[in-house]
C-alpha cells in the first residue's frame, strides 16, 4: 500500500513537471504568454482571433473530452498503476499536442482545413489552461460512473455543435479528411 501510494505521489509530480516542460517548451517556440490584446479573460465565447487567446473558449469543452479519452486509454493501458502514473500519461500526451498544435505545420493547417482561417496558435496562457482542462476530465472520468462520462461527452460535443458548429469530433475529421462541405456548413455560421 504504502508502495502505491508513493507511486501515485510521483505520477501527480510527473504530471506537473511535464506540464511545466511544456511550458517551458513553449516559450522557447515563441509562443506569445498572453493575447497580444494585452488582456487576459476568463471565458472568450465569441469566434473571432481571440480563440485560444485567453484562459477558456469554445474549444476548451474538446481538452475535457480528451481527458475524457486519456483516462479511458490510460486505464487500459496500466490497468494495475494508481491514478498518478495514468495522469501522468495523459498529460505527457496533451502537452505533446499542445506543442504539435503550435507547430507551423499545424497552424497552417488550421488555417487551409478548417474554419480558423486567422487561427495563429495558441497562447502560452490557453495552452496551460488546455492541459488543465484536460486534467479535469481526466479526474472527473476517474470518479465518476462510464456511463455518466460518456453522456456529458456526447452532450459537451452537441453543445460546441449547435453553438459554434465545430467540436472534437468535426475538429479531427477537418485535420484528417477536411471535406469541403462541412467547412462550408461551418463557415455559414
Known amino acids: 500500500m504504502r508502495r502505491r501510494r508513493l507511486a501515485n505521489r510521483r505520477g501527480f509530480i510527473a504530471a506537473a513537471l511535464i506540464a511545466l516542460v511544456a511550458c517551458i517548451i513553449l516559450f522557447l517556440m515563441h509562443r506569445p504568454p498572453i493575447c497580444t490584446c494585452g488582456h487576459v479573460e476568463l471565458w472568450h465565447g465569441a469566434l473571432d482571433s481571440g480563440n485560444s487567446q485567453h484562459i477558456a473558449d469554445w474549444y476548451s469543452l474538446s481538452h475535457v473530452i480528451h481527458g475524457f479519452l486519456f483516462y479511458a486509454g490510460a486505464r487500459l493501458l496500466l490497468k494495475r498503476r494508481p491514478i498518478g502514473p495514468r ?69 459537451l460535443e452537441l453543445l460546441a455543435l449547435a453553438v459554434i458548429r465545430d467540436n472534437l469530433t468535426l475538429n479531427v475529421l477537418m485535420l484528417t479528411w477536411p471535406i469541403d462541405a462541412v467547412r462550408d456548413w461551418q463557415a455559414a455560421l
Open 87 to 155: 495522469l501522468a500519461l495523459a498529460v505527457l500526451i496533451e502537452s505533446a499536442w499542445e506543442i504539435l498544435e503550435n507547430s507551423p505545420i499545424i497552424i497552417d493547417r488550421y488555417r487551409t482545413t478548417t474554419i480558423a482561417l486567422g487561427y495563429s496558435g495558441d497562447t502560452i496562457l490557453n495552452s496551460m489552461s488546455d492541459i488543465g482542462m484536460m486534467t479535469l476530465g481526466f479526474l472527473f472520468a476517474a470518479r465518476a460512473p462510464v456511463w455518466v462520462t460518456v453522456a456529458l461527452a456526447v452532450a
